[in-house]
């Protein structure tokens, strides 16, 4: 979507192996979120930020560290990947709570 | 916790007919949200609606907060209107219902 994107789009990783995601934004938008979406459960948050250095957990936090240095990035990192984690992973941006979410076109991540 | 729910969970139509989509709620409404996943897995913003009515071209959307729900209208509905369509509520973050699987028949 405009004004935001998610790198990379695919990724093939290894069990144990630390993986970073990245979300980048140019709309200047104050609130940040990472959700993954796997068959059966529908779209769950991992984690989001509300401002720089500001984050908070989702419902499905275990296993995952977020960090925003800036406005424009978000990044999303699996310590050490597993099987489980294998999902398509989407960053979302908003100007506010009172504002609609747009997100990226997602990241697919398998971890083998 | 916050729950969503959406149905029916699957619907398949005629090209051309009309078809209309629930969302109830268990809490007071904030950031009330519907959004459309087409085939290839892009999610597109649909509507932000806390209350009220909203049009935009063949689609509208009207929650009722005091009853705690949402209902998306697709009117005429089109093969490019085929796909997944969320709801989702929240405070600072949302939280998504299941979705409902539309399929339309060209």
């Known amino acids: 979507d405009a004004g935001i994107t998610q790198s990379p789009r695919h990724k093939v990783t290894e069990t144990g192996t630390p993986v970073t995601l990245r979300c980048h934004q140019t709309e200047n938008h104050r609130y940040m979120y990472w959700y993954r979406q796997d068959p059966g459960h529908g779209l769950r948050l991992i984690h989001y930020s509300y401002g720089v250095k500001d984050t908070d957990k989702g419902e499905v936090s275990d296993g995952y560290s977020v960090s925003r240095s800036k406005t424009e990035d978000f990044l999303l990192t699996l310590e050490s990947a597993t099987s489980s984690q294998t999902s398509v992973y989407f960053c979302a941006i908003s100007p506010g709570q009172a504002y609609g979410y747009t997100f990226g076109s997602g990241t697919r991540l398998t971890v083998v | 916790g916050i729950q969503v729910e959406q149905s029916p969970p699957d619907l398949i139509l005629q090209e051309g007919a009309n078809s209309t989509l629930r969302c109830n709620f268990s809490d007071s409404v904030n950031n009330l949200q519907w959004f459309h996943q087409n085939p290839w897995g892009q999610l597109i913003n649909l509507f932000y609606?806390?209350?009220g009515t909203k049009q935009n071209g063949r689609l509208s959307a009207t929650t009722v907060a005091t009853e705690r729900y949402s209902l998306l209208y697709i009117s005429s509905s089109q093969t490019t209107d085929s796909g997944v369509y969320f709801c989702a509520f929240g405070d600072d973050k949302i939280i998504f219902g299941k979705g409902t699987r539309l399929h339309i028949l060209p």
């Open positions: 609606i806390p209350s």
